[in-house]
């Protein structure tokens, strides 16, 4: 019988316990780690700023972007300006119980019940008690998967874990038409999202390449703003709704633009939420602009920013009482609304001192506006004269405004005698 030949000691490899990289390669290294290194810079950015807003108000953000535009390093810095641990979950490649929980069957299921575990990186956020969670390549999963998403957007649960207060949600997405085996993003899940389109800006990327990067940073609340932030962002959304209330919930007929922001009473209240933030903060029009397009849609989040816009107004009824003290609008159609609220209110009230009054504040407004924007104010305020009123001397100063008026009324008349001769 053959024994088997066996192996010295001597004959097996050292195994050294720490090995040496080559000198080249520790060059390499250090290459490596300078060009990683940069720095951040206070500049002005309304993608961040509108980024950061959103986290702060704790709302789910979606990017919108094509490949490669930066949307995850944007993250990847948000999480270091922020100093919130950041936690990247690329939706694509986990099945639905890795979102929903896997269940665990104990020694006795009719008595116990099956529970559903959490995966280890819901558990690690909840045991740093706060964090940034990624979902990258959202616009990759497939129906499944997303369905399996809604719960932990909107309520922050993975099967029987709560996520803590302290952990904010942003997702990341391609187009379909640039997507790896993309997918149209569920109607229920896009309409939990507050969705950012994700632009590159030269500029930014050349400084950025150059070392220095724009610095993310939340916004600065003012304590003393916050109950009329609160009053402001409720007065503006119901203001709204009350005269719109087919806009309180329109689920587009379109299956591409359900994947987007579009209005429900849960996109409404988010809107809100951002308002009370941004006036808190003193967030400028365009940042408030890009949230609230991005949370019920270009069309209501346009008419929102105009009723936006009116509330700060003056009441017409302050501007007949004192027109010598009047401040108004620096913005032409501002203005032209306030002097058309005017005569609204002498229409509906009309004295002969309301009328002298209003007279008054469009003489005022003709200083700095132009006789266009006059024209259908001062051409509707003549027309309430009733017989017994004195025309004011004042009306003169209007010959230009009202020559535009004439002219147009001309040009219309023209138009269908001209149509007849064809």
């Known amino acids: 019988m053959t024994s088997s030949p066996s192996i010295s000691s001597s004959a097996s490899p050292s195994i050294s316990p720490s090995i040496s990289p080559s000198p080249q390669l520790a060059l390499a290294e250090r290459l490596l780690g300078l060009l990683k290194e940069s720095a951040t810079e206070p500049r002005q950015d309304l993608q961040i700023e509108a980024l950061t807003?959103?986290?702060?108000?704790?709302?789910?953000?979606?990017l919108w972007g094509e490949p490669g535009i930066g949307k995850t390093a944007a993250l990847t810095q948000l999480a270091t300006e922020l100093d919130l641990p950041l936690t990247t979950v690329i939706a694509s490649v986990h099945e639905p119980s890795d979102f929903s929980g896997l269940p665990v069957i104990g020694?006795?299921?009719?008595?116990?019940?099956?529970?559903?575990?959490?995966?280890?990186?819901?558990?690690?956020?909840?045991?740093?008690?706060?964090?940034?969670?990624?979902?990258?390549?959202?616009?990759?999963?497939p129906p499944a998967v997303q369905a399996a998403l809604l719960r932990l957007v909107l309520e922050r649960r993975i099967g029987a874990l709560q996520l803590p207060p302290g952990v904010r949600i942003v997702a990341a997405a391609n187009p379909r038409g640039s997507a790896a085996d993309g997918w149209e993003l569920s109607a229920p899940l896009a309409n939990r999202f507050v969705h950012l389109d994700w632009v590159h800006d030269a500029e930014v990327v050349v400084r950025g390449l150059g070392g220095v990067w724009p610095r993310a940073e939340l916004p600065r609340l003012d304590p003393e703003r916050l109950p009329a932030a609160v009053e402001f962002a409720r007065r503006a959304v119901c203001g709204l709704l009350t005269v719109r209330p087919e806009l309180t919930h329109r689920l587009p007929s379109a299956e591409t633009r359900r994947g987007r922001a579009w209005p429900s009473p849960r996109s409404w209240e988010m809107t809100m939420r951002l308002l009370a933030f941004g006036s808190a903060a003193g967030s400028s029009r365009e940042v408030l602009s890009l949230l609230v397009r991005g949370t019920v849609g270009d069309g209501p989040g346009l008419e929102l920013?105009?009723?936006?816009?009116?509330?700060?107004?003056p009441a017409p009824e302050d501007l007949l009482a004192d027109p010598a003290a009047a401040v108004l609008p620096q913005r032409g159609d501002l203005r032209q609304t306030v002097l058309d609220g005017v005569v609204a209110a002498v229409r509906s009230r009309p004295t002969r001192e309301?009328?002298?009054?209003?007279?008054?504040?469009?003489?005022?407004?003709?200083?700095?506006?132009?006789?266009?924007?006059?024209?259908?104010?001062?051409t509707t305020l003549a027309s309430l004269r009733q017989d017994a009123w004195e025309v004011p001397e004042l009306i003169n100063r209007f010959a230009g405004a009202l020559q535009v008026s004439r002219r147009a009324e001309r040009s219309a008349a023209r138009v269908p005698a001209v149509a007849g001769r064809r």
Request: proline share 10%; charged share 20%.
């Open 53 to 62: 807003l959103a986290v702060a108000a704790d709302l789910p953000v979606l």
């Open 107 to 141: 020694d006795d299921p009719a008595v116990q019940g099956v529970p559903l575990a959490p995966p280890d990186w819901a558990v690690r956020l909840v045991r740093q008690g706060r964090g940034l969670l990624f979902l990258d390549e959202l616009s990759t999963a």
């Open 305 to 313: 920013l105009a009723t936006v816009d009116r509330l700060d107004l």
């Open 354 to 378: 309301r009328w002298d009054a209003a007279w008054a504040l469009m003489a005022r407004a003709l200083e700095s506006s132009p006789p266009d924007v006059l024209v259908v104010p001062v």
